[in-house]
C-alpha cells in the first residue's frame, strides 16, 4: 500500500477491504432477489465479518492472543459493529434519504474506524498470560 501507513494500518485495511467487498456482494445480492435494504445489509456485514476474523490475524494482527481469547472478543465486537451499521445505515438512508449506495459508502467508513480502535485495543492485542 504505502511505506507512510505502518504494517498494521495496511494490514487492516487489506483486511477490512476485501471483507467489506464481500459485505457488499451480498447485500446487492440480496437486493437484487427483492430483499429490504436494511436486512440486506445486516446479512452483508455478518457474511463480511466472519471472512474478516481470519484475515485480520493474518495480515495486520499477526502477534493476537489465542484464538480462545480473541475470537470471543472478536465475536463480541462484530455484534458491536453490526449493531453500528444499522444504525449509522438506518439514520443515513432512512432518516436523511440520503441513496442506499452512500448510505453504505459512509456507513463503511464511521465502522471501519471504530473496528480499528476496537480491533488494536481490545480483540487482537497482544497478550500477557
Known sequence: MSKFLPRQ????????????LFH?????VLIGAGVEPIL????????GAALNYGLQRRLAFRNAGP??????RYIGSCLFAWLCN????????SVLALSVTL???????????????VYQRLVFHEQSL
Request: net charge positive.
Open 67 to 72: 484464538h480462545r481469547f480473541t475470537l470471543w
Open 40 to 47: 440486506a445489509t445486516a446479512s452483508g456485514s455478518v457474511s
Open 86 to 93: 444499522l444504525v449509522f445505515f438506518f439514520l443515513l438512508n
Open 103 to 117: 448510505s453504505q459508502i459512509v456507513t463503511t467508513g464511521l465502522v471501519a474506524a471504530l473496528n480499528y480502535l
Open 9 to 20: 494500518l495496511q494490514g487492516f485495511m487489506a483486511a477490512g477491504g476485501l471483507a467489506t
Open 24 to 28: 457488499w456482494l451480498v447485500m446487492a
